[in-house]
């Protein structure tokens, strides 16, 4: 927005060289300002998707032997654990497949 005022600025009023400042000052400041929202933006944890899955506790819904389905969050996903894991317990997500099929482990209280 300050870009579209320093060039209108320099078309309607101010004189060439100072309106030639004033529209690279603004691009620097807009530039600037897009750099911090970058920034700002990316230090932060993914809220939702399936980024956001890992390290989330589900429930084992079917048995995963080692196929199953897991319940997170409310939603049913398809999962994969190394071992023998039935309906009721509770796992912890390990990683996600390219596939959208959890890779799941026992849940352990303590750890």
Known sequence: MLLVGAIVLA???????WGIAAIVGAAAIELAEV????????RRRPAVG???????VGTVVSPCAPL????VDGELWRAR???P???GERVVI???DPDLTLHVRPFAADA
Not at 35 to 42: E, K, M, P, Y
Not at 68 to 71: A, F, H, I, Q
């Open 35 to 42: 750099a911090l929202w970058v920034w700002w933006s990316g």
């Open 11 to 17: 078309i309607f009023w101010l004189p060439t060289p």
């Open 85 to 87: 894991l039935s309906a």
């Open 50 to 56: 399936v980024e956001a899955l890992p390290g989330r």
């Open 68 to 71: 199953g389905g897991v319940r």
């Open 81 to 83: 654990s190394d071992t």
């Open 94 to 96: 390990a990683a996600v």
